[in-house]
């Protein structure tokens, strides 16, 4: 077929050749991150801010200063409109939805009810005809309990994940798969800083699914280690490793590519309510792929594995 | 060369023929939706087919997502309060050993009283323990078995202090939250929409969502009245709400008069638990009202009540709200009265609902509101259909690109994987939000790995020049311990996403667990058994992967 042998396994590639180099690519990248991070700060969505959400859509084309001024007299506190509708939309099914005009606006103050009511009766009266597509409201002690329910999601999961390895393979592998989840996790956030995308509970689901999928591509090139080291025990392991890395390289393409195949289609065609999440994906397999052979196995050649997988030893990983 | 069992063709036969079986409702969505409704229409899907569903979310088919906490502190706090004023009365009679007696602590979950002498403090004590048999605390409708003592007594100096044991504030805050509960779904089934769902989430949380509803006004107008009415005793009505007030007295605003101030005995002649029903109605003057009857031990208290007091005011107190106070004019003896106020229609038909379903024992905070119109839902969810199958067509043309015939096998069983996620979905009664439509796609993409995983490991082999048989025996055999791994590693994300997820993102933990599961089986057993029957029937002496 027209895409076989489009990765030539006797072609060696060399991973190592330029890896010092990655490396830090890599730390800037991740230093990078933390100053975007601490400095812009992240958009929280209300899901972790506490606050209003209205989308709404107009039959008619009105400017975001209109519906800001038409809100300026309600003194509701910080107030922030944005405009949803992109060129992407008209390529969208949601067909209903083209024709209008949809915005989206975020009220800090919540206190129950009267916010929405406040904010619908002062938008029914300038804007008639105006469609209340979602509203969202999430008081303070919610947003606190979300927030801490993320971060324990995915500070369990990294620790799920640390002692999966160790049990499977040994400490040096489970150091080198988390250290490329939290260079990808600090990536993903570093992004997210400077694109000013929002942060929402999805985008925490997106975080998990990503940990869970460059996960995935580092344990492959792992197995394959693990499995050459028994074969190949004189071999030094600079050459065991890129020679993993080769043999696993056309399935890492393989599953990265239809993984972003099924992503794009969900990013151009899904819609707006979770195009932010499926930019994180992504983002995520992208970073995934790079950190599971740039990161893990450059870890793992700097710690150094231990190599007489005796027989008798192996009991360190459990074997299928 | 490959065995075939008879009984392995035959397993997976099966298994794809129950999946195709349960997912088919949901490509013919409208017409078994139309059937669920209308049993008796069986001209529009076969009786014989099974008409299970997926669950659409929220996000999906619109609806109000609503999560209330139960302020049961205040309960508690109440029931101080009733117990100082009959402690107090109590005390009242050993006036001469004990002293004056003062409250000294009204906040915080204990009782506290302070004694004049302090060498009487004992006598006190024992006073108060009586109550601990007294079941008043727990009315009848608290229906609580108090077989324990209720109350912890202690004392610090001149000071008793009274509060509940740990046990019985536990007891009290499950029966506050189970009657809260029972309430909310009174009064959301009373508005007669489809389908609520109303779960106890936590320890003080109740989650209520409610599909097709497009705004949540009219529900917060229900649920966020305590509805608790009072008949109360009126002792004085001034313009000015400083009254010289009593212990055992509380000044109310009228919702009629506006200005109008009430003084009024904080212990109610009869309270809205003695109601057995109540209904919308109009009062002499053709104003809407609301008549009510009472059961008989209320209707008693009330009749000898109103036999006393003839000639003076009562108040009808709704949410701390005087609603109307009328002049007792007679005996009312049967049990039966009603309420007039400035009512619209709508509001006294609210209030009867309100006072249908009982006053909910403690007020509820809205914690987090979500209103998804019905527009934004139907839209999701063509926008989801569309990246679907958009996405799952660009993954088969390229696995087919990619890998030839062996792609064609793996597309088959991807096909067949995405059934089996949706007849599971059907089948375990899941609900699909529109991250699990991404969770779904997401399976599409991740869910052809195993079968690269093994094709890759095929074509090795064959590199390595083993026979045709051989190479595809050890391909899967060599792949497995990646695949095993990969998907353990990609369940731990999906569990742990299930358990700190909510609502939505809990659906795409769902649909990403079951993808993995089932894109196990396809790649695994159906591709294999692709491959197996091919080499069985065509012989083939080269490979092409």
Redesign the interface.
Known sequence: MLLRGLFNQSNEIQFFRFSNLLSYISLGAIGISIILFSVLGLNYGIDFRGGTMFMVSTPEKIMVSNIRYTLSSSNLGDISISQATNPLETLSAGALLNSDNIFIIKVEKTEGINVETRVKSLLQNSVPNIKFLQIESVGSKVSSELVRNGMLAVFFAVASVLIYIWLRFEWQFALGAVLALIHDVILTIGIFSILRYEFNLSIVAALLTIIGYSLNDTVVVFDRVRENLRNFKSLPLLKVLNMSINNTFSRTIMTSVTTLLALGALYLLGGDVIRGFTFAMIWGVLVGTYSSIFVAAKILLMLDVKRNWDEKDSKAGTQF | MPTLSFFRIFLITLTCLFAFLFASPNFFYGTVDKKLDDPSNSSSWPNFMPSTLVKLGL?LRGGVYM?L?VKTDDVIREKFDFLWTDVRSSLIKKRKELGAIRRIDTSGDQLQIQIGNPESVNLAKIEIEKFNSSTELFSSRWSGSVTRDVLEISSAENVVLISFSEEQKIALEKQVIDQSLEIIRRRVDETGTREPTIQKQGRKRVLVQVPGLG???EL?ALL?KTAKLTFNEVVAVDTNSNFPTKLDEIVVGSEQNNGLFFLLKKRPVVSGEGLTNAQPSFDENGLPAVSFNFNPSAALKFGNYTKDNIGSPFAIVLDDVVISAPTIRSHIAGGSGIITGSFSVEESNRLAILLRSGALPAEI?????????P??G???I???????I???V??LI???????LF?IFANIALIFNIILVMALLSILGATLT??G??GI??T???A??AN??VF?RI??EI?RNSSVYNSVKTGYE?A???I???????????V??F????G??KG??VT?GLGIITSLFSALLVTRLFIDLYMLFYKPKVL?V
Do not use: C, H, Q
Not at chain 2, 365 to 373: F, K, P
Not at chain 2, 487 to 492: F, K
Not at chain 2, 499 to 502: A, D, N, V, Y
């Open positions: 996000d999560l906490e705004s949540s006004e917060i966020g905070e809205v914690l987090e509101l979500r209103t998804i119109g527009e934004l139907r839209d999701s063509n926008a989801g259909k569309l990246a679907a958009v996405g799952g660009l993954v390229f696995m087919w690109l990619s890998y030839g792609g529109l991250p439509i991404a796609v997401l599409i993409g991740m052809v790995d690269v995983l890759e074509k090795e590199n060599k497995l311990s990646s095993v791994d990969a998907n353990v590693t990609t369940m731990i994300a999906a742990i996403l358990f700190f997820g909510s939505p993102i795409f933990s990403l092409r």
